[in-house]
């Protein structure tokens, strides 16, 4: 089964910094644009970056802007997001998908448009 494999969350005080990992497993990344997602207990799941496949072009939710970074290895089949700043309010299960109809983020793309989900990482901020 096609799916990327998240891993690097975790409990951390407020302030402090971690970098999650997603690796797709039997398939390849190289033309697909990826998003990195998160779904708090009682919320929606929502886009909190997206990374294009050509020349990397990134796009970040407004809550995490200027705390999170994005990037990829198409050679390892690796999506990072690496995240500072934290806050209580980044509390939740992180997950990676691909547009697998698009090797660019677009603005408007709908979370169900994506695929080759994971089972995510828990990410916990808290002191």
């Known amino acids: 089964q096609w799916q990327f494999v998240e891993s690097g969350g975790g409990l951390v005080q407020p302030g402090g910094s971690l970098t999650l990992s997603c690796v797709a497993s039997g398939f390849t990344l190289d033309y697909y644009a990826v998003g990195w997602f998160r779904q708090a207990p009682g919320r929606v799941r929502e886009e909190v970056s997206c990374i294009s496949s050509a020349h990397g072009d990134v796009k970040f939710a407004d809550s995490v802007k200027g705390r999170f970074a994005i990037s990829r290895d198409n050679a390892k089949r690796t999506v990072y997001l690496q995240m500072n700043n934290l806050e209580p309010e980044d509390t939740a299960v992180y997950y990676c998908?691909?547009?697998?109809?698009?090797?660019?983020?677009?603005?408007?793309?709908?979370?169900?448009?994506?695929?080759?989900w994971g089972q995510g990482t828990q990410v916990t901020v808290s002191s």
């Open positions: 998908a691909a547009d697998v109809r698009s090797f660019v983020c677009y603005d408007n793309t709908p979370v169900n448009a994506y695929s080759y």
